[in-house]
């Protein structure tokens, strides 16, 4: 991931308005977003004038070829080395990320002699905010989404077990170019389609069976999230189609009101008011969306608990569901970007109804 200046300069900004001359960023999303620092360990301290990779000679060279613009600090107490340097430079107030561990957070209250604040979500806001670079990222790792749907469509058959799919998706995209997937993916079949996360297990599929893939893969470390029901070979429970449509009428009309301005909660709460109207309100018991980027669940939230405001340059999933036991579950989920105007599907694939 390459370095983004605007990205420090951000953060120096919230750094004033919060009234700290220090941030300590441990969260491992927002230390690659902040510094371009890919490592999977280390930490970074962020001061009025000056910005440090705090890490261990492993990552030596990989620092200065890719992040030149950061002093690298050697060594293998990160916490110690910051509270060190803050020492030094007379800092007054540090914040750190509230996420951090407790041995962690106990460590920082009994050394530090300036003082210590926390923060939730300070750096997690600002990648809410995708610029173009990122969202041609985002395309671009929906665009792969796309193509590993229809290979799974194209390939999949009776007598696989949910977990060879998976293992199929997880080569194709692979293959063409992700790097890992960004959570376990779900291959529901059958009865468990009505499990919103029942991931996969060795069950074989069947004809008949409905099927719900819910995956997404790092691009260029960007992910996608992404799901479909379908299913294999005819389906005889004609109530499946019932639950097919409305769900997918639900993910349309939340989709279509999507613009600057609304809220998590007054989009949740059009698929959801849909939902109860056709007497499923009871089985869609999960919320209705969430942001991507850097990671899986980000902000904004979409659900009913939630007042954050669309704003144009952020992401956010459509995912309603219905699970009927005995019946079975469906999800559609699609990625949408907010736009100055509305809003732009990035995964604009078929979600008819299929049976392959
Ligand atoms: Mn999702």
Redesign the pocket.
């Known amino acids: 991931m390459l370095y983004n200046a605007k990205r420090v300069v951000a953060l120096r900004q919230e750094m004033q308005r919060l009234k700290v001359d220090a941030f300590l960023v441990t969260d491992r999303a927002n230390i690659k977003y902040i510094s371009g620092f890919t490592g999977d360990d280390g930490i970074l301290l962020v001061t009025e004038n000056q910005q440090y990779i705090i890490t261990d000679s492993r990552f030596e060279q990989q620092v200065k070829t890719d992040n030149p613009e950061w002093s690298f600090c050697n060594t293998r107490d990160y916490l110690g080395s910051a509270l060190k340097i803050a020492a030094q430079k007379h800092l007054v107030a540090m914040a750190f990320e509230s996420n951090i561990d407790y041995a962690s957070y106990d460590f920082l209250d009994e050394n530090a002699v300036c003082d210590i604040v926390p923060f939730t979500g300070v750096i997690e806001r600002l990648r809410s905010f995708k610029d173009d670079d990122e969202v041609a990222l985002l395309k671009q790792s929906c665009i792969l989404a796309e193509k590993g749907y229809q290979y799974i469509l194209d390939t999949i058959h009776p007598g696989q077990t949910e977990a060879q799919v998976a293992t199929e998706l997880d080569y194709f995209m692979k293959m063409n170019g992700a790097s890992q997937w960004s959570f376990e993916t779900i291959v529901a079949s059958g009865e468990r389609t009505t499990w919103p996360h029942g991931t996969f297990t060795n069950k074989k599929l069947s004809d008949g069976d409905l099927i719900t893939l819910?995956f997404?893969y790092y691009y260029q470390d960007y992910t996608s999230?992404v799901?479909r029901t379908f299913s294999l070979g005819k389906q005889v429970n004609a109530q499946v189609k019932d639950i097919y449509e409305t769900v997918l009428e639900a993910n349309q009309r939340t989709i279509a009101a999507i613009k600057p301005g609304i809220t998590g909660r007054e989009l949740d709460a059009i698929g959801r008011e849909y939902i109860a109207q056709k007497g499923y309100g009871e089985y869609f018991n999960h919320g209705m969306?969430?942001g991507?980027g850097l990671s899986?669940?980000e902000l904004p939230n979409v659900g009913r608990s939630y007042a954050d405001q669309m704003m144009p340059g952020q992401v956010v999933?459509i995912?309603p569901g219905i699970y009927v036991p005995g019946v079975g579950g469906v999800r559609i989920?699609d990625d949408i970007l907010i736009t100055p105007t509305g809003h732009e599907n990035l995964t604009p694939f078929s979600k008819a109804y299929t049976e392959v």
């Open positions: 819910d997404g999230d799901t969306g969430h991507i899986i669940h999933t995912e989920e």
